[in-house]
């Protein structure tokens, strides 16, 4: 079975530009979740996508948006980005919601973005 | 909001020594998951504990979580030089249905071989 792909995996962008960041999950698997992570935060959540609605959002600011299609797969939009943007951002599929338990989450690659 | 706490952040063992990574929460844990990033990798689940008091093992890897479900530890014995990552554990908060997977800070293990 496949695992968690993502595109682009490198993505280099200036200030103000906006990104999206595409994740295909595992065949079957209807939630996506998507994490920055940074050496100074580590890994923090920012929302997570269930039969295409938003079921959990962290704390981040509105520039960050979601999205999930009818075939799970997910994009994460960042818009007017900024330099503290730069960071890893992985997506991560299971079957049931993240949080759930007997549920295990398969992260993808990342795509690493670099703002300048 | 929830915070999971890791400790230690760093850990430098030779190699055959045991490591050990504690994870503590502010807030109850409906269930502790664990995952192992490799450097330059991606994050790999683990295990998941959902009982309080639950004790699991996977070969040479002992994971506990604890009594009162606000606590999980990871142990490792005699370890080797693929055992080299960052560990991290995770939880959601329990109650409600709108909570999400809050990650510790991880703890970076190094072993010399």
């Known amino acids: 079975k496949a695992g968690v792909t993502q595109t682009p995996r490198y993505l280099i962008k200036t200030r103000g530009q906006q990104v999206t960041l595409s994740c295909s999950p595992i065949s079957g698997h209807r939630s996506v979740s998507w994490y920055q992570q940074t050496p100074g935060q580590g890994l923090q959540f920012l929302f997570e996508?269930?039969?295409?609605?938003?079921?959990n959002k962290g704390n981040f600011p509105g520039r960050f948006s979601g999205r999930q299609f009818s075939n799970s797969r997910s994009e994460m939009n960042v818009s007017t980005l900024e330099l503290g943007d730069s960071a890893l951002y992985l997506c991560?599929?299971?079957?049931?919601?993240?949080?759930?338990?007997?549920?295990?989450?398969?992260f993808g690659p990342g795509t690493r973005l670099t703002v300048l | 909001g929830q915070q999971v706490m890791q400790i230690p952040q760093y850990q430098h063992v030779q190699e055959g020594e045991d490591f050990t990574t504690y994870c503590n929460s502010s807030t109850t844990l409906s269930n502790i998951q664990w995952y192992k990033q490799r450097p330059g990798g991606h994050p790999v689940f683990l295990i998941q504990?959902?009982?309080?008091?639950e004790v699991k093992k996977q070969k040479r890897l002992t994971f506990q979580f604890g009594e009162a479900k606000k606590n999980s530890s990871l142990h490792i014995t005699a370890t080797q030089t693929t055992d080299v990552g960052t560990y991290f554990c995770?939880?959601?908060?329990?109650?409600?249905?709108?909570?999400?997977?809050?990650f510790g800070k991880g703890t970076l293990l190094t072993v010399n071989p």
């Open positions: 996508y269930f039969s295409e609605t938003q079921r």
């Open positions: 991560a599929s299971s079957l049931g919601l993240g949080t759930s338990a007997y549920n295990e989450q398969f």
């Open positions: 504990l959902v009982k309080s008091g």
């Open positions: 995770a939880g959601p908060g329990s109650g409600g249905s709108n909570y999400k997977l809050t």
